[in-house]
């Protein structure tokens, strides 16, 4: 199976602290893409990181890559009480069928205010 | 641009009922992506559509299930006589470009939360 696994699978921190979520997959990847999930509702893209590249940040996310491990990581900086949310991780394959996301089962993240 | 739509948002079906779940694409997308999340759990494939033609139904269960994507009109998941594991939410996604260009984003809509009583 491709899956990837998040971990931890609940994150619960005060406002202000990081958080760090992290992903591990099982086969090649083109991309891993990282979204949020607000209780009930869609998928919100969040980063997509390409296999060459090792670091991405956007505002207060930085993503890391490391292929060799087959993992990444998602730190979110100075969080707020509007990042709870549950963070999948999701991978492009980079054989056949790369257009299919294969999404881990997710970290949920709790940010007390 | 309005983003990736879909309805309804919630549909209540007893066992034995069809379901039918509709999206419409973002503006310009000419290529539809479905997954289902069961509780607790990440989203898994489904089927990819482009316009007239099914690409890729390797996710979808063999029976009861079928999706198209006609060249008007949004896209169509269709469950057949739906069984209480059929309860999950539903989502669909659309990228302008499709499987060629692997590093496209996908957007996803909001879902359609199905409940099977």
Request: aromatic share 8%; with cysteine; net charge positive.
């Given at each position: 199976?491709?899956?990837?696994?998040?971990?931890?699978?609940?994150?619960?921190?005060?406002?202000?602290?990081?958080?760090?979520?992290?992903?591990s997959?099982?086969?090649?990847?083109?991309?891993?893409?990282?979204?949020?999930?607000?209780?009930?509702?869609g998928?919100?893209?969040?980063?997509?990181?390409?296999?060459?590249?090792?670091?991405?940040?956007?505002?207060?996310?930085r993503v890391?890559?490391?292929?060799?491990?087959?993992?990444?990581?998602?730190?979110?900086?100075?969080?707020?009480?509007?990042d709870?949310?549950?963070?999948?991780?999701?991978t492009?394959?980079?054989?056949?069928?790369?257009?299919?996301?294969?999404?881990?089962?997710?970290?949920?993240?709790?940010?007390?205010? | 641009?309005?983003?990736?739509?879909?309805?309804?948002?919630?549909?209540?079906?007893?066992?034995?009922?069809?379901?039918?779940?509709?999206?419409?694409?973002?503006k310009?997308?000419?290529?539809?992506?479905?997954?289902?999340?069961?509780?607790?759990?990440?989203?898994?494939?489904?089927?990819?559509?482009?316009?007239?033609?099914?690409?890729?139904?390797?996710?979808?269960?063999?029976?009861?299930?079928?999706?198209?994507?006609?060249?008007?009109?949004?896209?169509?998941?269709?469950?057949?006589?739906?069984?209480?594991?059929?309860?999950?939410?539903?989502?669909?996604?659309?990228?302008?470009?499709?499987?060629?260009?692997?590093?496209?984003?996908?957007?996803?809509?909001?879902?359609?939360?199905?409940?099977?009583?």
């Amino acid at each position: 199976s491709q899956q990837g696994e998040e971990d931890p699978q609940a994150l619960s921190i005060q406002e202000g602290e990081n958080a760090t979520m992290n992903c591990s997959y099982k086969t090649s990847i083109n991309n891993l893409q990282w979204y949020r999930q607000n209780s009930g509702r869609g998928l919100v893209h969040l980063i997509l990181i390409r296999s060459n590249e090792r670091e991405k940040h956007s505002g207060r996310l930085r993503v890391t890559l490391d292929t060799s491990k087959k993992s990444s990581s998602l730190l979110i900086t100075a969080s707020r009480a509007a990042d709870t949310a549950s963070y999948f991780c999701a991978t492009v394959y980079s054989g056949a069928g790369s257009y299919q996301l294969t999404f881990g089962k997710g970290t949920k993240l709790s940010v007390i205010p | 641009n309005a983003g990736v739509m879909q309805n309804p948002r919630h549909l209540v079906r007893r066992r034995g009922q069809e379901a039918r779940l509709r999206c419409s694409p973002m503006k310009g997308h000419s290529h539809v992506y479905w997954y289902r999340q069961l509780p607790e759990e990440g989203l898994k494939f489904m089927v990819y559509l482009q316009k007239e033609n099914i690409i890729d139904e390797s996710g979808m269960p063999k029976e009861r299930f079928s999706a198209e994507f006609p060249k008007e009109g949004p896209s169509i998941l269709r469950i057949q006589q739906v069984v209480r594991g059929d309860s999950a939410a539903y989502f669909c996604a659309s990228s302008p470009l499709g499987g060629a260009i692997i590093q496209e984003t996908q957007y996803f809509g909001p879902g359609t939360r199905l409940l099977v009583l």
